[in-house]
């Protein structure tokens, strides 16, 4: 029962639907502008990075949060930072504060990935940022570096294999938030990050 209740805090920390709630205290519902995501990224496109920056950072630490200090207190079973982890990412994705929307889950998962595996995770946001910076597609460099975090635990570890299991599981998820921008990839029709009031 304990367990299920950190699972359960876990979701509801990474359901705060933090880029949302900054847009409406502004008078911009996120659900009808842009890409009409609640992410970090859609906040820069109507208010910018003064707005942004700080919602993204508060994501992370949704992530971070619970695999760090959930974690020891829910119990000593060694899958416990995967499982709140993956909760948290979860209700970041699939907020009931907002409908059951959310954001593609890539800050919060970093946050879990930044406390279970660093220096995977080190590599996987230099990978981000040098796609980014070549293409100019948020959404292809977070395909990338999602796809190269667990590629990266196994060969650089660590040799755990609950933490391997979460860089699979949650790649997975982020390929599967951005369905939509695969398609539009392969289309030619993606925007590049910055394009104002268009899909991401």
């Known amino acids: 029962m304990t367990i299920a209740l950190w699972l359960a805090a876990a979701y509801l920390l990474g359901a705060v639907p933090t880029s949302y709630w900054v847009a409406r205290l502004a008078g911009i519902d996120l659900r009808r502008f842009g890409s009409r ?21 508060f994501d992370v630490a949704k992530g971070v949060i619970p695999v760090l200090l959930f974690a ?36 919060t998962a970093a946050g879990v990935l930044i406390v279970l595996a660093p220096i995977p995770f080190l590599i996987s946001a230099g990978v981000w940022f040098t796609t980014l910076r070549l293409t100019g597609f948020m959404s292809a460099a977070s395909l990338i570096a999602a796809a190269t975090f667990p590629l990266a635990t196994a060969l650089l570890g660590p040799d755990d294999p609950f933490t391997l299991t979460a860089a699979v599981v949650l790649a997975g998820f982020i390929m599967f938030t951005h369905r939509a921008n695969i398609q539009r990839l392969l289309h030619g029709t993606e925007p590049r990050f910055g394009s104002h009031g268009a899909a991401s």
């Open 37 to 57: 995501n609640l992410g970090a990224t859609n906040l820069y496109r109507a208010m910018g990075w003064k707005a942004a920056a700080p919602a993204g950072l």
């Open 72 to 107: 020891p207190r829910a119990g000593p079973a060694p899958w416990l930072p995967m499982a709140l982890g993956t909760a948290a990412v979860s209700g970041h994705v699939f907020s009931l504060f907002v409908g059951f929307k959310g954001g593609k889950g890539v800050a």
